[in-house]
């Protein structure tokens, strides 16, 4: 079982920065890509960054690009999220997630949140002065 359990969440003043981790078990991460996504209270979930097997190619939401940034250490069965220049609008839950199965590509991930179906319990954030 496929199991994903972020942290590192808390509350930052605006400029500010955190660092979220995601501890993956119940399967060999090497062979999955990993996105990240978040929620908002009263909106949609929203994908936000995800990173290819091996860490060859990441793709990022325009509204956090230059700022956020996706990585991944297989050796230690985790995936990490370094948010810099937070702003009230990264305020939500940050989860990590999985797809049903095994990568094929190891040059490319999506953020669409369709495509990914093992989900972290979610970690908050918010920014705020």
């Known amino acids: 079982q496929l199991q994903l359990v972020e942290s590192g969440g808390g509350l930052v003043q605006p400029g500010g920065s955190l660092r979220l981790s995601c501890a993956t078990s119940g399967f060999i991460l090497d062979y999955y890509t990993i996105g990240w996504f978040r929620q908002a209270p009263g909106k949609e979930r929203e994908g936000v960054a995800c990173i290819s097997r091996s860490g060859g190619s990441t793709n990022y939401v325009g509204s956090v690009k230059g700022r956020f940034t996706i990585s991944r250490d297989d050796a230690k069965n985790a995936v990490y999220l370094q948010m810099n220049s937070l702003n009230p609008e990264d305020t939500a839950v940050y989860y990590c997630?999985?797809?049903?199965?095994?990568?094929?590509?190891?040059?490319?991930?999506?953020?669409?949140?369709?495509?990914?179906?093992?989900w972290g319990q979610g970690t908050q954030v918010t920014v705020s002065s």
């Open positions: 997630a999985a797809p049903g199965r095994p990568t094929i590509s190891r040059g490319y991930c999506t953020t669409r949140s369709t495509e990914y179906d093992y």
